[in-house]
Nanobody, 123 residues
Framework: QVQLVESGGRLVQVGDSLRLSCAFS????????MGWFRQAPGKEREFVAA???????FYADSVKGRFTISRDNAKNTVALQMNSLKPEDTAVYYC?????????????????WGQGTQVTVSS
């Protein structure tokens, strides 16, 4: 069974940078697509970024140019580098994994989820 553990979330100031990490275990990491989603209070979970098993990346328009997703198949980890953070980036960030393909921004296509890590951007 796939297990995902996120880390790196904390309180930061507007304009700061933050790097989230997700550790994957239980299956062959290199065959899985990996995604980051977030959920702010009172809002639905939304897509942030994804990296396919072959390394192709996808981003939500709201984070394009500020966030970078990357994977390290040797360490079984996926990272989300977040720059120029804004108050609207405040949310719980979730790492997700899937072996089957589909739309990268479709949360329903990811069967495996981490517990989430809180990112708070203070103005």
């Amino acid at each position: 069974q796939v297990q995902l553990v996120e880390s790196g979330g904390r309180l930061v100031q507007v304009g700061d940078s933050l790097r989230l990490s997700c550790a994957f275990s239980g299956r062959t990491f290199s065959t899985y697509d990996m995604g980051w989603f977030r959920q702010a209070p009172g809002k639905e979970r939304e897509f942030v970024a994804a990296v396919g098993w072959a390394g192709t990346t996808f981003y939500a328009d709201s984070v394009k140019g500020r966030f970078t997703i990357s994977r390290d198949n040797a360490k079984n980890t996926v990272a989300l580098q977040m720059n120029s953070l804004k108050p609207e980036d405040t949310a719980v960030y979730y790492c997700a994994a899937r072996a089957r393909r589909g739309r990268y921004d479709d949360s329903g296509s990811y069967p495996y989820w981490g517990q989430g890590t809180q990112v708070t951007v203070s103005s």
